[in-house]
């Protein structure tokens, strides 16, 4: 049987996932995401920063989880993409791959759509990656490296903004002179693959008689944005022409005033690279709280600074919402996803507190549980925590592309 690897590379950790690829009879994505089957998923992290051991997470089909010795000697991207080929061609039993999936976080104006990569491709989308330095590099390198070494395996992109290409033009321009807008200079949207993922999912869980019109998703992970979905379709997203904008995230800032930004270079003499090293890695909960980008650490912490950080999110996402729901014209449910919307209940619980007056209302208890359902019976919204999956995605759209079966 066929098998189909999928890689989500960030810019110090590389998931990875192997799924039987199953023929759908139907032959259309929604059955493709549904009838794959995974067989390992996993994850490295610690790649390439200094002092820092790689930790490597692998489960199996059956939910069991793996130590492989062989593959924790990983110590950079290419080593550890070097050792799991090694690995999935020696097991026993193991398929051959009939294609590599990768998600690519930047497709510009040109790709709408998941492709079939060529050499040509990942050159034209190597132009792309001043507009997402954290992640364009790392997403391109395992696809150059996969494709010297493994000519006869055909290897997909499926990007982070394609599900935002066909929003609104409005939701897309920004206010500058037309021949700059002319050029690009527009919002795209990012986090696309997981919004797909939860907006194919929504219906699942979704009571037949909820109202699904307008749907909004917080997608709280190391990056974070939110997506206002109408009848299934991306209609505003909080992060534009980059992956900086909108909320503050784990060490990206989100948006300021472009003021400031001038403010740094003319008065404070800073240079473009250090306003970049600042915006993208210095700030958001890490430069606030000064004392970690991770939600975990400042959730536990007692400093004063850890929860100036967290309320500053949060007080950033509750406001985010408001402007999604106008573009929406109101809301009918909120969903949570991601590394801190999947398990952060005290964030979900200050956002939604502040959604009140949308017609939010949590059962505590529910989402101290990371319950599914989190709202309250009498809550006008309907509120979920439904947990992410960009890999299935990218591998549903190897299916449907290479028909491997
Ligand atoms: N149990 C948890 N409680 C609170 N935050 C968590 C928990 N587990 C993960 N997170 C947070 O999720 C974030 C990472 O999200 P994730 O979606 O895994 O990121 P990415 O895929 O972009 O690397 C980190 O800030 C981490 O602290
Ligand atoms: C686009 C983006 O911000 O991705 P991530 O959340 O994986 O950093
Ligand atoms: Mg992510």
């Not at 039987?20 to 059955?31: D, I, W």
């Not at 010297?148 to 935002?164: G, K, L, M, N, W």
């Not at 400042?298 to 004063?304: K, N, Q, R, V």
């Amino acid at each position: 049987m066929n098998e189909i690897l999928v890689f989500n590379s960030g810019s110090s950790s590389l998931k990875f996932a192997l799924y039987a690829a199953a023929k759908t009879p139907e032959g259309n994505s929604e059955s493709a995401l549904k009838a794959l089957a995974l067989h390992y998923r996993g994850h490295f992290s610690g790649l390439g920063t200094r002092g820092a051991a790689v930790t490597l997470k692998l489960v199996a089909e059956s939910g069991e989880e793996y130590a492989l010795d062989e593959l924790h000697a990983a110590d950079n991207h290419e080593d550890a993409i070097t050792l799991l080929m090694a690995w999935l061609a020696n097991r026993e039993g193991g398929g051959t791959l009939g294609g590599i999936g990768h998600r690519v976080v930047h497709g510009g104006q040109r790709y709408r759509e998941a492709v079939v990569l060529s050499a040509d491709d990942v050159d034209e989308l190597e132009t792309l990656s001043s507009l997402a330095p954290l992640h364009q590099p790392h997403c391109l390198a395992p696809i150059k490296l996969l494709m010297a070494r493994y000519p006869e395996v055909p290897q997909v992109a499926s990007f982070d903004t394609a599900f935002h290409a066909d929003q609104p033009w409005v939701a897309k321009q920004f206010a500058l002179p037309r021949e700059l807008t002319a050029k690009g200079l527009i919002r795209y949207g990012f986090h696309g693959l997981s919004y797909d993922y939860i907006n194919r999912t929504l219906p699942d869980v979704l009571p037949s008689d909820a109202a699904s019109e307008r749907v909004i998703v917080a997608h709280l992970g190391n990056g974070a944005s939110l997506c206002a979905i109408h009848n299934g379709k991306s209609v505003a997203s909080t992060m534009g022409f980059t992956a900086l904008e909108g909320l503050a995230m784990g060490t990206r800032s989100g948006s300021l005033d472009p003021g400031l930004v001038l403010h740094l270079i003319e008065q404070e003499g800073m240079s473009a690279q250090e306003v970049s090293t600042l915006l993208y890695k210095q700030s958001g909960l890490l430069g606030v709280s000064g004392i970690s980008s991770d939600m975990r650490e400042l959730l536990t912490s007692d400093a004063p600074e850890a929860q100036e950080a967290i309320d500053l999110y949060c007080y950033r996402i509750a406001r985010e919402i408001g402007s999604l729901a106008a573009a929406l014209g109101g809301l009918d449910q909120l969903v949570f996803t991601a590394g801190i919307g999947e398990h952060a209940a005290r964030v979900r619980e200050k956002v939604a507190a502040q959604c009140e007056w949308l017609g939010v209302q949590l059962d505590s208890d529910a989402n101290v549980r990371d319950k599914t359902w989190i709202a309250s019976l009498d809550s006008r919204v309907g509120v979920w925590v439904i947990p992410t999956d960009e890999e299935r995605v990218i591998a549903s759209d190897c299916l449907t592309l290479l028909d491997a079966d």
